[in-house]
Every structure is written in structure tokens, then in C-alpha cells.
């Protein structure tokens, strides 16, 4: 694949993507603001139509990776490319493909929901004749169009979300970027935009998420990327991380505190024996089944009054792979 | 569509925006367009009354040789003049609302007629040199005047002038020229700078540099959308000195083409500023802080070669010192310095055209931190 595509993009009309290039492609990509790494030497792949989540606590590199992405930060050192497009020689075509939502939403919060399209329309060349049309359709979409006079300052967080997601569709792009999509707004507000998201996912866009919720993350993603400290700690499936990091989790209430707990800990395939007074916390690991055997031993001293067997969390999982909590 | 009339889009789209956000910000607009104006007018009343001493004359002789010694003191253009008694004088002088008080003392006409020395009582009150020396020398030359009128044999030694001009300038004509010039600085600076440093502080800025517009183009629009608006109290500032303070362009044309390349400058400036500085509080401060020192080092009072040389050098460093010679120019035809009309004009677009490069220059490398 050649790292230039084309010298010039036609505003209005963003090129056609070969569907075997990867829509994000980042090779060793470093950030550095004094000594600080923000994002250090981190390499991934994401795919045409994938919905990918970038998780990390606030700090992780996150932010700085999709600043990247989109040229507004200079990579340090490394390469970035958007559907084969070099972000650093080819940063207009890249914006022309890319629609973003930024974490500050970017919105002119003192002229209306209609002159904020307006204007993002005129700025991506979007033809005269389709415009009027285009504003219309994008936000009947986000559900904005009875609004679409009101100032912006007006305007809940969730409807200033929807609107900068109406704003960032608009030229139709080929990736959109959302940089925390639901911080800070109510759960009604936060549904609204993973049905959005979810919706253009069913389109075949490709959609690249940061977020530090883990739910968001698992109900969206395809793919996540874990980032700590700027660097990649995992990248995979939610389930496959939770398959490959996770084993299961057994609950256990007994009647009275046990004292067998080391002979848990002694079992194959035990990873973790987290007791607090009648409550044990057992994670497992790998394929093995040793509920059993758990049982067995608990069961021997005491009466066991609840068991609860489940799959591990992202919450879990993060602070298995990097030892911190997500929202430390 | 071509990438000229996309660019020209551009242009249009982030005029017209930002004059749109501008016009939310009634506060700000006011401000925008009445603070040249007040400018305008303070320094004019400061002018108008802040340079003659307040002084009060005690006739106690009323008789024609007083009375021309009176009008020789209107004449001396160092003084207002008031009649007071003596009581009354002396309770003005302690109230501090007067400089001084010139005594004519009751044998004024006859002691003059008999040729006897006359002592003329003056009280000043010196709490300010500048006044205090402006009454020192007043009073003698008030005398010498006097004379020069009532006994014109005697004195034998008067001036032969020679004038540069055809017509004398006045004070006011020539500082609210400069004025207007310091207006457009403020007016120019404060409408791009706010309107730069807002898209920083709002993020907004992350909408226009995540877009495939080209930055020579935004900064176009935007600088369009400044000239725009600081035209409104260019206007307003024109109005007053032309039509109530009855200063009218020997040059129109000129005076329009000056002002519009001075307002270029300080609108790339403000862009500039905005653009490093990225809060608007921070670059109100500054602009202030430019504008307020190059008010004063570049001419506004009076030609600058009457100056002492480090000001001199200093003024011809900034864009004010020419802007300044040249509205002089427009409005009164005549040039401050020996350069010429086109060496000053060339000059003042070198400036214009090296901001604006620069200040796109800047937007082009301007990223956004996390």
C-alpha cells in the first residue's frame, strides 16, 4: 500500500476506501511533551466498519493517540495512517475522510444548532444544492430538527453530544471519532448515543471510540485496545480478553468466617482468594474447572449459603492487566 | 468545485461566523465601537482644557492700560482667565481650584502713564511644575506683549515669521487625527484578538482545524470578520471628528485607503496575539498593554522629530509612527517625516502584508494540546 493515495482531495466528495485497507494503521507511534510519554511506542491495526475502543483511565495517551490520528497533534515519532492516507503528508485528504466528535464537543455555543451545520458544511464543501437537505436529514437523525433555531447554549450535554455527532456526519464520513462520547451526561442521554453509534456501525462505518467506561466499551466495541501510560496493553474482542485475562469469578457466602482459604489458594488454576469476613472472592484461571473442588473444600467446613459463578468484568479485567482501576 | 471557490467559501463561512458570534456579545460590541469614540472625546476634553492654567486676575485698577494688559494675558493661549476680587481670589487659590492669582494693582494706569515701574503681584500655587512654569513664562511674555501693543516705539526688537504651512494646525485637528489612528489600533486589535483567542478558549478552533480548510483561508475569513466589525466604530469615530469636532480629510480617498491598511495591520496583530495568547482576558490585558506605549512613542502629540532621538528611533520601529504621518497627511496635507507619501505608504504594507503571513503562519503550526 502506497502512503500517499492522492496530492489532492475534491472537497464535498471525500475519496472511495479500498475495503482492504485498514481505516486506521498506526506503527510505532510515540509523543513525548518534555519527558512525559504520553503515547509510547504504540503499534495497532483497525479494520474497515469496526466499532474500536480506545480504554484508559484519564492520562493513559488516549486523547493524544486520536489527536494524532487526525493531525491535530505531530506525532513524535512513528507513522499514522487513515485509510492508507499518511496523516502528516496527506492531512487534508485525512480530514476530509474523518468526522470527529471531540471530547469538548467544539460547538459555537452562541449561534444556533442550524448555523453550527451550516458552517461545518461550508468549511467540508458540501455541495450548495445538497446542504439545505443534508442539515435536515442530520438532524432529524439526532433528533434535534425542532431545535434547530435555538441557540446551542441552550442545549442539555446530551443534545450537545447529538448535535456534534449530527455535525460530524454531515459530510459523510468514512471513520468517525468520538473522544468520550457519554462523559458527563445522564444514562438516558448516554443510550441515545450508542444507539447512534450502533447505527452506523449497521452503515459499515468505521467508528473509533475513547472512553474510560468499561460498559460503554463492552456494549460497542468490536475491538478494544487497553492503554496505560501510553502504552498497549491488549487489543482484542471484549469476550476474547475476557476468555484470555479473565477465567471466571466464584462468589461464596458462608454462614460462618472459614479458615480454609490457603487450601483454595493451593488449588490448580486459582489466581486470586479475596476474603472478607463470610464473602470469598475466587478468580480463576484458564479453561479448568475447579468450582468443584472449590465447593468441596468450602462445603467440608461450613455451610455454603449463596455461590454465584460469573465471567469477569472489563473493571476486573483492567486491573488485572495494568494493576491500577480504571477510574484511579 | 475548484479549490479556489472552495477556498473562497471558506473565506465567506468564517467571516460570516464570526461576525455572527461577535454580534451575541452585545456587551462586547458596544465596547467595541463607543471605546474609540470615548478615547476620542476624553482626550479632546483633556486637551481642550487640561492646557492652559486656571487663573484668576484682580482688577483693581480698571482703566485702558489694565484692561489691555488683561487682553494680552487672554491673548498669551497659556491662561483662562477669570475676573475676581481679591477675597474671592484668595478663596479660590486656597481651595485649590485655581493656578494663579495676577494682581493689577490700583495705580496700574497711573504709575504706567509717568513711566514708573509697576509691580504686578502673582500667587502661584506650585503644586504642579508644568503649571507652575507655564504661569513663570506666561506672565513675562503677557508683559513684553503688553508693551509691544501699547508703546510700539519702545519696544524695538519683533519677530519676522516665516511659516512652513500655509495655515497654522491647531492642537485638536492634529491629535484627534492621531486619535483616530490609535481607534483603528484598538479597535483593529481587540475585534481580531478576542475573536482569535475565543476559538482557543471555547475549543471551538478544533472544529475549523479538524476540517480539510486551508488555514491561509480561515485566517482570511476571520480577519474579514474583524474588518467588518471594527469598520462599524471606525465610523462612529469618523462621524464625531468629522462632523462635532468639524476635522475634515483634505484627502478622502487617502484618508479611506490609510485606515483600512492600518486596520489590516492591527487585525493581523490581534490575530496574532489571540492566537498565541488563546484566552481572551489575557490578550485584552495585552492589547491594551501595546496599544496604550504606542500611543505615546509614535507621534500622537506632535511630530515626533521635535522628540529627543531614542523616541525617534523607537517610533519608526512600529506601524503607528506611519499610520500616524499618514492620516495626518490625509486629513491635513502635510508629511511628518522626509520620506515621502510612498516610502511611508510602502512601509505601512510591508507591515500589513508580514503580520497577516505571520499570523497564518502561526494558525498553520498550531496544534491542540490535550
Same mark, same amino acid.
Given at each position: 500500500?502506497?502512503?500517499?493515495?492522492?496530492?489532492?482531495?475534491?472537497?464535498?466528495?471525500?475519496?472511495?476506501?479500498?475495503?482492504?485497507?485498514?481505516?486506521?494503521?498506526?506503527?510505532?507511534?510515540?509523543?513525548?511533551?518534555?519527558?512525559?510519554?504520553?503515547?509510547?511506542?504504540?503499534?495497532?491495526?483497525?479494520?474497515?466498519?469496526?466499532?474500536?475502543?480506545?480504554?484508559?483511565?484519564?492520562?493513559?495517551?488516549?486523547?493524544?493517540?486520536?489527536?494524532?490520528?487526525?493531525?491535530?497533534?505531530?506525532?513524535?515519532?512513528?507513522?499514522?495512517?487513515?485509510?492508507?492516507?499518511?496523516?502528516?503528508?496527506?492531512?487534508?485528504?485525512?480530514?476530509?475522510?474523518?468526522?470527529?466528535?471531540?471530547?469538548?464537543?467544539?460547538?459555537?455555543?452562541?449561534?444556533?444548532?442550524?448555523?453550527?451545520?451550516?458552517?461545518?458544511?461550508?468549511?467540508?464543501?458540501?455541495?450548495?444544492?445538497?446542504?439545505?437537505?443534508?442539515?435536515?436529514?442530520?438532524?432529524?437523525?439526532?433528533?434535534?430538527?425542532?431545535?434547530?433555531?435555538?441557540?446551542?447554549?441552550?442545549?442539555?450535554?446530551?443534545?450537545?453530544?447529538?448535535?456534534?455527532?449530527?455535525?460530524?456526519?454531515?459530510?459523510?464520513?468514512?471513520?468517525?471519532?468520538?473522544?468520550?462520547?457519554?462523559?458527563?451526561?445522564?444514562?438516558?442521554?448516554?443510550?441515545?448515543?450508542?444507539?447512534?453509534?450502533?447505527?452506523?456501525?449497521?452503515?459499515?462505518?468505521?467508528?473509533?471510540?475513547?472512553?474510560?467506561?468499561?460498559?460503554?466499551?463492552?456494549?460497542?466495541?468490536?475491538?478494544?485496545?487497553?492503554?496505560?501510560?501510553?502504552?498497549?496493553?491488549?487489543?482484542?474482542?471484549?469476550?476474547?480478553?475476557?476468555?484470555?485475562?479473565?477465567?471466571?469469578?466464584?462468589?461464596?457466602?458462608?454462614?460462618?468466617?472459614?479458615?480454609?482459604?490457603?487450601?483454595?489458594?493451593?488449588?490448580?488454576?486459582?489466581?486470586?482468594?479475596?476474603?472478607?469476613?463470610?464473602?470469598?472472592?475466587?478468580?480463576?484461571?484458564?479453561?479448568?474447572?475447579?468450582?468443584?473442588?472449590?465447593?468441596?473444600?468450602?462445603?467440608?467446613?461450613?455451610?455454603?449459603?449463596?455461590?454465584?459463578?460469573?465471567?469477569?468484568?472489563?473493571?476486573?479485567?483492567?486491573?488485572?492487566?495494568?494493576?491500577?482501576?480504571?477510574?484511579? | 468545485?475548484?479549490?479556489?471557490?472552495?477556498?473562497?467559501?471558506?473565506?465567506?463561512?468564517?467571516?460570516?461566523?464570526?461576525?455572527?458570534?461577535?454580534?451575541?456579545?452585545?456587551?462586547?460590541?458596544?465596547?467595541?465601537?463607543?471605546?474609540?469614540?470615548?478615547?476620542?472625546?476624553?482626550?479632546?476634553?483633556?486637551?481642550?482644557?487640561?492646557?492652559?492654567?486656571?487663573?484668576?486676575?484682580?482688577?483693581?485698577?480698571?482703566?485702558?492700560?489694565?484692561?489691555?494688559?488683561?487682553?494680552?494675558?487672554?491673548?498669551?493661549?497659556?491662561?483662562?482667565?477669570?475676573?475676581?476680587?481679591?477675597?474671592?481670589?484668595?478663596?479660590?487659590?486656597?481651595?485649590?481650584?485655581?493656578?494663579?492669582?495676577?494682581?493689577?494693582?490700583?495705580?496700574?494706569?497711573?504709575?504706567?502713564?509717568?513711566?514708573?515701574?509697576?509691580?504686578?503681584?502673582?500667587?502661584?500655587?506650585?503644586?504642579?511644575?508644568?503649571?507652575?512654569?507655564?504661569?513663570?513664562?506666561?506672565?513675562?511674555?503677557?508683559?513684553?506683549?503688553?508693551?509691544?501693543?501699547?508703546?510700539?516705539?519702545?519696544?524695538?526688537?519683533?519677530?519676522?515669521?516665516?511659516?512652513?504651512?500655509?495655515?497654522?494646525?491647531?492642537?485638536?485637528?492634529?491629535?484627534?487625527?492621531?486619535?483616530?489612528?490609535?481607534?483603528?489600533?484598538?479597535?483593529?486589535?481587540?475585534?481580531?484578538?478576542?475573536?482569535?483567542?475565543?476559538?482557543?478558549?471555547?475549543?471551538?478552533?478544533?472544529?475549523?482545524?479538524?476540517?480539510?480548510?486551508?488555514?491561509?483561508?480561515?485566517?482570511? @475569513?476571520? &480577519?474579514? +470578520?474583524?474588518?467588518?466589525?471594527? #469598520? %462599524?466604530?471606525? *465610523?462612529?469615530?469618523?462621524?464625531? $471628528?468629522?462632523?462635532?469636532?468639524?476635522?475634515?480629510?483634505?484627502?478622502? @480617498?487617502? &484618508?479611506? +485607503?490609510?485606515?483600512?491598511?492600518? #486596520? %489590516?495591520?492591527? *487585525?493581523?496583530?490581534?490575530?496574532? $496575539?489571540?492566537?498565541?495568547?488563546?484566552?481572551?482576558?489575557?490578550?485584552? @490585558?495585552?492589547?491594551? +498593554?501595546?496599544?496604550?506605549?504606542?500611543?505615546?512613542?509614535?507621534?500622537?502629540?506632535?511630530?515626533?522629530?521635535?522628540?529627543?532621538?531614542?523616541?525617534?528611533?523607537?517610533?519608526?520601529?512600529?506601524?503607528?509612527?506611519?499610520?500616524?504621518?499618514?492620516?495626518?497627511?490625509?486629513?491635513?496635507?502635510?508629511?511628518?517625516?522626509?520620506?515621502?507619501?510612498?516610502?511611508?505608504?510602502?512601509?505601512?504594507?510591508?507591515?500589513?502584508?508580514?503580520?497577516?503571513?505571520?499570523?497564518?503562519?502561526?494558525?498553520?503550526?498550531?496544534?491542540?494540546?490535550?
Amino acid at each position: 500500500m502506497s502512503a500517499t493515495r492522492s496530492n489532492e482531495v475534491i472537497p464535498g466528495q471525500p475519496a472511495i476506501g479500498n475495503r482492504n485497507v485498514p481505516a486506521i494503521e498506526i506503527q510505532v507511534l510515540c509523543k513525548t511533551f518534555g519527558k512525559f510519554h504520553a503515547v509510547d511506542h504504540l503499534t495497532l491495526t483497525v479494520q474497515q466498519g469496526e466499532v474500536f475502543g480506545l480504554l484508559g483511565p484519564n492520562g493513559s495517551g488516549k486523547t493524544t493517540t486520536i489527536n494524532m490520528i487526525s493531525g491535530l497533534t505531530v506525532p513524535t515519532s512513528g507513522v499514522v495512517k487513515v485509510l492508507g492516507y499518511d496523516v502528516r503528508h496527506n492531512a487534508r485528504e485525512v480530514r476530509q475522510i474523518l468526522g470527529a466528535v471531540p471530547q469538548e464537543t467544539a460547538l459555537y455555543e452562541e449561534l444556533s444548532a442550524w448555523t453550527n451545520m451550516d458552517f461545518h458544511a461550508d468549511l467540508f464543501g458540501i455541495p450548495r444544492r445538497e446542504k439545505k437537505q443534508r442539515i435536515n436529514d442530520m438532524l432529524t437523525l439526532v433528533q434535534l430538527a425542532d431545535r434547530k433555531n435555538s441557540r446551542v447554549s441552550t442545549f442539555s450535554g446530551g443534545m450537545k453530544r447529538r448535535l456534534a455527532l449530527g455535525r460530524a456526519l454531515l459530510h459523510d464520513p468514512q471513520l468517525i471519532y468520538l473522544d468520550e462520547p457519554t462523559l458527563g451526561i445522564d444514562v438516558q442521554a448516554r443510550r441515545a448515543i450508542w444507539d447512534y453509534i450502533l447505527q452506523l456501525r449497521s452503515q459499515g462505518k468505521t467508528v473509533l471510540i475513547t472512553t474510560n467506561y468499561l460498559e460503554e466499551a463492552q456494549a460497542l466495541c468490536d475491538r478494544l485496545a487497553i492503554i496505560d501510560h501510553g502504552k498497549l496493553i491488549a487489543v482484542d474482542t471484549p469476550e476474547h480478553l475476557k476468555q484470555t485475562y479473565g477465567g471466571n469469578v466464584v462468589e461464596l457466602e458462608t454462614a460462618h468466617v472459614i479458615t480454609a482459604v490457603d487450601k483454595i489458594h493451593a488449588l490448580e488454576n486459582i489466581k486470586e482468594v479475596r476474603q472478607e469476613k463470610t464473602h470469598l472472592t475466587i478468580t480463576t484461571q484458564g479453561t479448568g474447572n475447579v468450582v468443584p473442588q472449590i465447593i468441596n473444600i468450602v462445603s467440608q467446613e461450613d455451610e455454603i449459603r449463596d455461590i454465584t459463578i460469573r465471567e469477569p468484568n472489563l473493571d476486573e479485567i483492567f486491573l488485572r492487566l495494568t494493576g491500577t482501576a480504571l477510574r484511579d | 468545485m475548484s479549490r479556489i471557490s472552495y477556498n473562497l467559501r471558506v473565506i465567506w463561512a468564517c467571516m460570516k461566523k464570526d461576525i455572527k458570534v461577535s454580534l451575541t456579545d452585545r456587551i462586547f460590541v458596544i465596547l467595541g465601537v463607543f471605546l474609540p469614540v470615548n478615547f476620542l472625546i476624553l482626550f479632546s476634553l483633556f486637551v481642550l482644557s487640561g492646557g492652559q492654567a486656571p487663573t484668576a486676575v484682580v482688577m483693581n485698577d480698571t482703566g485702558p492700560y489694565a484692561q489691555q494688559f488683561y487682553h494680552s494675558m487672554a491673548g498669551a493661549h497659556s491662561f483662562i482667565l477669570q475676573k475676581a476680587t481679591a477675597s474671592e481670589a484668595s478663596r479660590l487659590i486656597q481651595a485649590g481650584r485655581i493656578v494663579a492669582v495676577v494682581t493689577i494693582p490700583a495705580d496700574f494706569e497711573t504709575r504706567i502713564q509717568n513711566k514708573q515701574p509697576v509691580k504686578v503681584d502673582v500667587d502661584i500655587n506650585n503644586l504642579n511644575t508644568d503649571f507652575t512654569n507655564d504661569i513663570r513664562r506666561a506672565v513675562p511674555l503677557s508683559i513684553t506683549s503688553f508693551y509691544a501693543k501699547a508703546f510700539p516705539n519702545v519696544v524695538t526688537i519683533v519677530p519676522h515669521e516665516t511659516d512652513q504651512y500655509t495655515q497654522d494646525t491647531g492642537y485638536i485637528p492634529y491629535l484627534t487625527v492621531s486619535i483616530l489612528v490609535i481607534a483603528l489600533v484598538v479597535g483593529g486589535l481587540l475585534q481580531s484578538g478576542t475573536s482569535a483567542a475565543r476559538e482557543w478558549e471555547n475549543a471551538t478552533m478544533k472544529e475549523v482545524l479538524l476540517s480539510p480548510a486551508s488555514r491561509w483561508a480561515v485566517v482570511t @475569513g476571520k &480577519m474579514l +470578520g474583524a474588518l467588518v466589525m471594527s #469598520l %462599524a466604530s471606525v *465610523i462612529v469615530v469618523l462621524a464625531v $471628528l468629522i462632523f462635532i469636532i468639524g476635522v475634515h480629510p483634505l484627502h478622502w @480617498g487617502a &484618508m479611506i +485607503g490609510f485606515t483600512l491598511l492600518t #486596520l %489590516a495591520i492591527f *487585525i493581523a496583530l490581534g490575530t496574532l $496575539l489571540g492566537t498565541l495568547i488563546k484566552q481572551r482576558q489575557a490578550f485584552t @490585558g495585552l492589547a491594551f +498593554g501595546v496599544a496604550i506605549p504606542l500611543f505615546f512613542v509614535s507621534g500622537a502629540f506632535g511630530p515626533i522629530s521635535f522628540n529627543v532621538p531614542i523616541l525617534q528611533v523607537i517610533a519608526q520601529i512600529t506601524p503607528v509612527y506611519y499610520a500616524i504621518v499618514l492620516q495626518q497627511y490625509a486629513f491635513h496635507g502635510f508629511t511628518l517625516n522626509t520620506y515621502g507619501l510612498a516610502a511611508n505608504t510602502l512601509i505601512l504594507f510591508g507591515f500589513a502584508i508580514g503580520l497577516i503571513l505571520l499570523s497564518a503562519l502561526v494558525l498553520r503550526r498550531s496544534t491542540v494540546a490535550n
